[in-house]
C-alpha cells in the first residue's frame, strides 16, 4: 500500500488489532441473525510524511449509513466546549452578520447553533441522515453530503466563500484526504481561516490510546503530517492550540500562504515538541503493539477475576472505543451482560461485533453491579459525577485506558 498523501511506500506498521466491524455499526435485534461484515483494523505509519493511516478500510458510505448512531449533544462538555470555541472566535475573527461560516460534519447541529443564535450565517455538512435531520430541527441549513472537491466547487459556484471553516473530529475521518484538504482551500476566502480539531498522535502513542483506533478513523496526525498536507494544498498552519478533549487535541489554525495573519511561535514550538517525543523515529511506532496488549489482557484478567469471585460487572458508554476494546479482546456478553447508554438512539440495540446489549442507564440503577467500566475514558468525570449516587450504594467505577483503574 502507498500512503494516502505522498504516495510512498508503506512498511513501517503501527498496529494490527485483528479484524472488526465498524465500530459504530450498532446492531438491531433482528440483526442477532444475520453476519457482520468485519474487516482488518492494521494501521501503518508513512515514514516519508509521519501520516499514520489504516491499511485496510471500508469504503466511507458503508461507514457513516443514514442511522449513524454518533449525536454530538449527548455530552455535556462537548457543548460547553463547542460553545466556548465559538464565542472565542468570532471575537478573533471579528465575524459579524455578513461572514459565513461553513461547519465539516456539523453532527446535530451541536456547534452551528451557537453562530445561528448570534446572527452569523453559516452552513452545515453532514452526510448522515439522522444528525442533519436534528440540525435542521434548530433552524440550521444542512447540506447532506460527504465534502470534498465536488461539493466544494458546486458551493462556490453557487456564490459561497467562507470567512471561517471548521471541523471537529471529521480530518481523521475522510478516506481521501488529500482531496478534502484541497476541497477547504477551494472554498475558503483569500483571508479566510480554517480550524481542525483532531486527536493528536502524540497524546495517543504516550497515554496508549489505541481503543482510539477504529475504521471510521483513516488517519492519525501529528502536527508534522499535518503541516505537509496543509502546504499541498497552498495552506499553511499559523497557529496551533493543546486542547484536552479526547484524551489530548490539537487544533490548528490554518490560511493561504499568502494570508496576513503571522505564523506563531506555538507552532514552531510544537513541531520540537513532537521530534523529541520520537515521533519521526520508527522505533516509537513498533513499540505501540506491546503497550496495547498489556492494556488488554489486563482487562481481560480483571473481568476474568471478577466473574470468578461472583462480582457483577456492567459498562458505561456504548462508544467506539469500547467497541474497538471489545472486540480487540474478544469480549462477549459472558464477561460483560450489557452496556448503559444515554443516547436514545442506541438503546435497545447491540455493540457491533461483541454483541452485546444497550440499556437506559436507569438499568444500572436496579442493578448496581460491584463494578462499572466507563469505556468514553475522555469524559470519565463527566460520568462518574453523573453516576456519583451509585457509588454510595457500593459501585466501583473502572477504565481500562490507558491503563486498568478502579477509581476512587
Known amino acids: 500500500m502507498k500512503c494516502r498523501h505522498c504516495q510512498s511506500e508503506l512498511e513501517l506498521p503501527f ?13 438491531s435485534g433482528d440483526d442477532l441473525n444475520k453476519s457482520e461484515v468485519t474487516y482488518p483494523l492494521q494501521v501503518m505509519t508513512c515514514t516519508s510524511c509521519w501520516l499514520v493511516q489504516t491499511h485496510d478500510y471500508a469504503n466511507a458510505d458503508e461507514l457513516f449509513k443514514a442511522d449513524y448512531a454518533y449525536f454530538s449533544s449527548t455530552s455535556t462538555s462537548w457543548l460547553a466546549h463547542a460553545e466556548n470555541y465559538c464565542n472565542m472566535i468570532i471575537k478573533r475573527l471579528t465575524l459579524t452578520e455578513q461572514s459565513h461560516v461553513v461547519e465539516l460534519a456539523s453532527n446535530d447541529g451541536y456547534l452551528l447553533k451557537n453562530f445561528v443564535a448570534k446572527g452569523i450565517p453559516c452552513l452545515g455538512v453532514e452526510p448522515t441522515e439522522g444528525t442533519a435531520e436534528a440540525a435542521r430541527a434548530k433552524g440550521i441549513p444542512v447540506r447532506q453530503d460527504f465534502f470534498g472537491m465536488d461539493l466544494a466547487r458546486d458551493l462556490v459556484r453557487e456564490g459561497l466563500k467562507a470567512d471561517l471553516i471548521l471541523g471537529n473530529n471529521v480530518y481523521a475521518h475522510v478516506p481521501d484526504i488529500n482531496d478534502f484538504t484541497r476541497a477547504i482551500a477551494h472554498l475558503l476566502k483569500p483571508e479566510g481561516v480554517v480550524t481542525l480539531e483532531f486527536p493528536h498522535l502524540l497524546r495517543l502513542i504516550e497515554q496508549n490510546q489505541f481503543d482510539t483506533i477504529y475504521h471510521e478513523h483513516f488517519s492519525y496526525l501529528c502536527l508534522h503530517a499535518v503541516s505537509s498536507l496543509f502546504a499541498m494544498a497552498g495552506l499553511r498552519i499559523f497557529d496551533v492550540e493543546k486542547l484536552p478533549t479526547h484524551g489530548g487535541s490539537l487544533r490548528v489554525y490554518g490560511c493561504f500562504d499568502a494570508a496576513a495573519f503571522a505564523t506563531a ?10 521530534v523529541e517525543a520520537g515521533l519521526l523515529e520508527p522505533a516509537t511506532y513498533r513499540a505501540f503493539q506491546r503497550k496495547a496488549e498489556k492494556a488488554k489482557n489486563d482487562f481481560l484478567t480483571f473481568l476474568l477475576e471478577a466473574k470468578s469471585e461472583g462480582k457483577s460487572v456492567a459498562g458505561y458508554g456504548a462508544a467506539a472505543k469500547g467497541n474497538s476494546l471489545m472486540n480487540f479482546a474478544g469480549i462477549g456478553p459472558d464477561l460483560m451482560p450489557y452496556v448503559c447508554d444515554a ?20 438499568r444500572l440503577e436496579e442493578d448496581v453491579p460491584d463494578y462499572v467500566v466507563i469505556f468514553p475514558w475522555n469524559i470519565a468525570t463527566e460520568i462518574t459525577s453523573q453516576l456519583s449516587h451509585l457509588k454510595a450504594k457500593g459501585a466501583h467505577f473502572v477504565v481500562a485506558v490507558p491503563e486498568l483503574r478502579i477509581l476512587e
Open 15 to 27: 498496529i494490527d488489532l485483528g479484524c472488526a466491524p465498524p465500530s459504530n455499526a450498532y446492531l
Open 265 to 274: 511561535n506555538a507552532v514552531k514550538s510544537l513541531l520540537a515538541e513532537e
Open 343 to 362: 443516547s436514545p438512539s442506541k438503546i435497545g440495540k447491540f455493540l457491533p461485533g461483541s454483541r452485546i446489549p444497550i440499556y437506559a442507564p436507569q
